[in-house]
């Protein structure tokens, strides 16, 4: 085995590459199952889907790479989503940059002493298809979709959005040495 000295900075670089294809690859697979979640049984049966596997298909594709991926957001839908204490000023970030029309960028964080990097990346909505489970109630969400929506999230909070509008943020917990490992 070689040893290889790595700097802080090229930690950092490789954490920012690899939060960036980590959110890509799961928001890649949440589209997929979704989309054939709709065609197979429409969007209120997609609800269900989601309800059901989305936070598994997350917590297993942060298992494969020993990493915890999650989003958050202030307006979630399903608990789950809720920020933690670490999550909340950069999400809150996220939505100041977002309400005063300013870019933002992925980021890393460091928690535990350095050990741990948080990356996190907003999410935005990206597309009219998402307004039929996160738009207007009665006029992109149909009374169908509202029925289950109320059904399985009673407090749900993730309505009223627009295309463009920041929806939440990618969050994932990277041991250092995970990143270290990559290099």
Not at 22 to 37: F, G, P, R, V, Y
């Given at each position: 085995?070689?040893?290889?000295?790595?700097t802080e900075a090229e930690i950092i670089q490789e954490a920012m590459?690899?939060?960036?294809?980590?959110?890509?690859?799961?928001?890649?697979?949440?589209?997929?199952?979704?989309?054939?979640?709709?065609?197979?049984?429409?969007?209120?049966?997609?609800?269900?889907?989601?309800?059901?596997?989305?936070?598994?298909?997350?917590?297993?594709?942060?298992?494969?790479?020993?990493?915890?991926?999650?989003?958050?957001?202030?307006?979630?839908?399903?608990?789950?989503?809720?920020?933690?204490?670490?999550?909340?000023?950069?999400?809150?970030?996220?939505?100041?940059?977002?309400?005063?029309?300013?870019?933002?960028?992925?980021?890393?964080?460091?928690?535990?002493?350095?050990?741990?990097?948080?990356?996190?990346?907003?999410?935005?909505?990206?597309?009219?298809?998402?307004?039929?489970?996160?738009?207007?109630?009665?006029?992109?969400?149909?009374?169908?979709?509202?029925?289950?929506?109320?059904?399985?999230?009673?407090?749900?909070?993730?309505?009223?959005?627009?295309?463009?509008?920041?929806?939440?943020?990618?969050?994932?917990?990277?041991?250092?040495?995970?990143?270290?490992?990559?290099?």
């Amino acid at each position: 085995m070689e040893i290889k000295r790595v700097t802080e900075a090229e930690i950092i670089q490789e954490a920012m590459i690899w939060g960036d294809s980590l959110t890509q690859e799961a928001q890649n697979q949440l589209i997929s199952n979704l989309q054939k979640a709709i065609s197979e049984q429409g969007i209120p049966g997609a609800i269900e889907f989601c309800n059901v596997n989305a936070l598994p298909i997350l917590t297993e594709l942060g298992k494969v790479y020993s990493v915890q991926l999650k989003r958050a957001s202030n307006r979630a839908r399903n608990s789950a989503d809720l920020p933690t204490d670490e999550e909340r000023p950069i999400l809150e970030a996220y939505e100041y940059n977002a309400e005063n029309g300013i870019k933002s960028d992925p980021n890393i964080q460091k928690f535990e002493n350095g050990e741990v990097l948080l990356y996190t990346k907003p999410i935005t909505i990206p597309s009219g298809m998402c307004l039929n489970c996160h738009g207007e109630p009665e006029k992109e969400i149909s009374k169908e979709t509202l029925v289950k929506l109320d059904q399985l999230y009673p407090s749900d909070r993730a309505r009223g959005h627009k295309v463009g509008d920041l929806r939440g943020m990618w969050s994932v917990r990277i041991p250092k040495k995970e990143v270290v490992k990559r290099l």
